[in-house]
């Protein structure tokens, strides 16, 4: 899935993902894709939670070894 | 500016003395709502960390000044952010070291009571989960009945007793939470018994747990004796000790009693229940202590922390001791059953030695609220 920019939260614990994804996400427009790289387990509910709180769509999630892939549209 | 963190075992006094809390839970609400830290005089507020982002101006209105106030989340980090912001805003709170998932491993050891000839009674409650471990203590021996996952906790234990511990038991394959049974026998030498019809997928050597053993404990011979009740799993054994404790597994709790379906046998297992509910158990002495393996709700605790009470109190007040239409029964443990745990199948089969996943994630395997009694 083509993304607009790249998060890298990979060995980062929480709070850390989503402050990063944040503020990336500030800085893009409507409609672009925000792609999440994260190795902390919580982050999987979590960004998820909070993508609905914001109005973001969470588009795919993928698993590759201990990488969760996130790819959120802004909304 | 530094804040204060609390530590699961000052939480567990709060909980166990119900003592007045503020907690200010910062995981997703889906992870609040599955399962969070319980106690009779605690106040709750929940708004996850990534609403809070932007400030806590908003949410100090909302706290007490009355009362303590904790941060808690799953594993630290963002209780320590949000109680620095509060911090940061004239408000005193801690945060919970090591979050939801110390609180999930942490043992509370209460004394149920003396055993003949000086012997002692221990029961570890893990407040988080439910789960309910034991150790027995006379002349030097121990022996452990269900013993969560946190091994050392218990052979640290006895050896502060200064016991050596002989016996292992389990009182059947559990499926809610990873049994420190196997750690605890190879750290020590003991003898590890399981129930034989429980263990039919275990590949390390076991000893058999049959109906009518016996054993005994420290050169005053204090006798443990196993009586076979099944239902929860067609093995559960469950225990008399000294006469005097019935320790029932995850047959009949405080308030509730057990639920036959978790190897999806319901159908098959609710007539073994039935029998062992209300024939084995009735023929047992009215004044034994029935000590469970879980607990489902806080208000079954006791006011020193334990979970105990007599078996005759039982058959009288637990609900489901006392439903003498025997489809009316079935229909309550086969029908409406609450959801299974978290991760149970690869938890039994980590019981059973056939997968050894890393610590880290038999903690994950295990995060959760306890699941097994039908009220």
Known sequence: MNADKVVNAKGLACPMPIVKTRKQMKEMESGQVLEILATDKGAQADLAAWAKSGGHELMESQVEGDVFKFWIKKG | MTVKAMIASEVAKKVVNNQPLFILD??????????????????????????????????????????????????????????????????????????????????????????????????????GKGCLSYMV??????????????????????QEKGATIKYVFDTHLHADHISGGRAIAEATGASYYLPPKDAEGVVFEYAALENGLEVEIGSLKLEIEALYSPGHTIGSTSFIVDQKYLMTGDILFIDSIGRPDLAGLAEDWVGDLRESLYSRYQKLADELIVLP?????????????????????????????????????RDLVTENLPPQPNAYQDIRKTNMGQITPDKEIQREMEIGPNRCAVR
């Open chain 2, 26 to 127: 910062v995981r997703n609400g889906d992870a609040f709502a599955d399962w969070k830290i319980e106690g009779g005089n605690i106040q709750y507020l929940n708004i996850p960390y990534f609403d809070l982002l932007d400030g806590v101006e908003e949410v100090v209105s909302e706290l007490p000044t009355d009362r303590d106030i904790l941060v808690v989340c799953a594993k630290e980090g963002s209780s320590v952010m949000v109680a620095e912001m509060l911090s940061e805003e004239g408000v005193h709170a801690a945060y919970l070291e090591g979050g939801m998932k110390a609180w999930s491993e942490h043992l509370e050891p209460v004394k149920v009571g003396e055993l003949s000839n000086g012997g002692e009674l221990y029961q570890f409650v893990r407040l």
């Open chain 2, 137 to 158: 203590i006379s002349e030097g021996e121990a022996a452990v009945i269900d013993a969560t996952r946190m091994a050392t906790i218990f052979l640290d234990f006895a």
């Open chain 2, 293 to 329: 393996a879980h607990f489902m709700i806080i208000e079954e605790l006791n006011r020193d922390g334990s979970v105990a009470k007599k078996l005759s109190d039982l058959f009288k007040e637990n609900h489901g001791l006392n439903i003498a239409d025997e489809q009316e029964f």
